[in-house]
C-alpha cells in the first residue's frame, strides 16, 4: 500500500470513529463567569464551560482564578475592566493544555451591550455613566458621580467657539498666585462681593474709568486725590478725605 493511500485510509478511519479529541486536547469553548476578584493587580475570574447552546456543561466543573484579558501592558498599564458575575466568555487552552486555561474575550451574549452608532466609540460603565466619541468626533462624558482630575504640570485648553460652564451649587476657583481674566468686555451678572483670604474685609484697585448707572451707598470714608464733581459741575457740597 502506498503512503499516500494509507493517509486517506487513516483520514476515513478517523472521520468514521469521530473521536472525542477535547477529552484530551482542548479546543476554543463557551464559557460564564460565576466569580470575580478584587483587584490586587493581577484580575481573575472563576468561570463555568458550557456547552454550545450555552447551557452549562454537566461533565466539566468551574475552572477557578483564570486570566482575564487586559489591554495593552507593562508595568501598571492598560485598560483593566473586571467582568461582572453571569458574563459571557470565550474560554482557551494555551497549546490545548487544559492545565493552561484563559479567557480569550467576553461576550455580550446573555447581556444587552452598550448603543453605539456606526462610526462611534464608547466605555460605558452603565448607560449614566460613559465615555463616547460620536461619529462626527464630538466626545461626550457623563457621570452621576463626581469627577477627578489631578494634573501634576500645567494644563492648556483652546476653545474654538463658546464655553459654558453651568454649576448647579457653588464655583471655586482658587490659585496661589493670582487669577487673570482677559477679554474686550467682561460681564458681571449679579451682586459682586469682594472680601479678604479667610473672609472679613477685602479691596479691590481699578486702573481706568468706571461708570456707574444707579446709586452707589459707601460704609465708610470717600478718598479722593481729584476732585469730586457732580453732574451740574457742583462740589461746595462734597466732603474730601485727602
Not at 451574549?109 to 468626533?137: D, M, R, W
Amino acid at each position: 500500500m502506498k503512503g499516500s493511500e494509507l493517509s486517506a485510509l487513516l483520514k476515513r478511519v478517523v472521520e468514521l470513529v469521530m473521536p472525542d479529541l477535547r477529552s484530551y486536547y482542548r479546543v476554543v469553548r463557551k464559557a460564564r463567569v460565576v466569580k470575580t476578584y478584587a483587584s490586587d493587580g493581577r484580575y481573575w475570574a472563576d468561570v463555568q464551560p458550557l456547552r454550545n447552546d450555552e447551557n452549562v456543561d454537566e461533565g466539566e466543573p468551574v475552572i477557578s482564578k483564570v486570566e482575564i484579558p487586559v489591554v495593552w501592558a507593562g508595568p501598571e498599564r492598560g485598560i483593566v475592566c473586571p467582568p461582572v458575575a453571569g458574563a459571557f466568555c470565550d474560554l482557551e487552552y494555551y497549546d490545548g493544555d487544559p492545565d493552561y486555561p484563559r479567557i480569550s474575550n467576553f461576550r455580550w451574549h446573555g447581556n444587552k451591550a452598550p448603543g453605539c452608532e456606526l462610526g462611534a466609540f464608547i466605555i460605558q460603565q452603565s448607560p449614566e455613566v460613559y465615555v463616547k466619541i460620536t461619529p462626527g468626533g464630538d466626545i461626550v462624558h457623563k457621570t452621576t458621580g463626581e469627577r477627578v482630575n489631578e494634573i501634576g504640570g500645567g494644563k492648556e485648553e483652546t476653545v474654538g467657539a463658546d464655553w459654558n460652564i453651568e454649576v448647579g451649587g457653588s464655583a471655586l476657583i482658587e490659585a496661589g498666585v493670582e487669577v487673570t481674566v482677559r477679554a474686550p468686555q467682561i460681564n458681571l451678572v449679579g451682586p459682586l462681593l469682594i472680601t479678604g483670604v479667610g473672609g472679613g474685609n477685602g479691596s479691590g484697585a481699578l486702573q481706568g474709568d468706571l461708570n456707574v448707572i444707579g446709586n452707589i451707598t459707601v460704609t465708610g470714608d470717600i478718598t479722593a486725590t481729584g476732585t469730586i464733581i457732580d453732574g451740574g459741575g457742583n462740589t461746595n457740597h462734597h466732603e474730601h478725605a485727602l
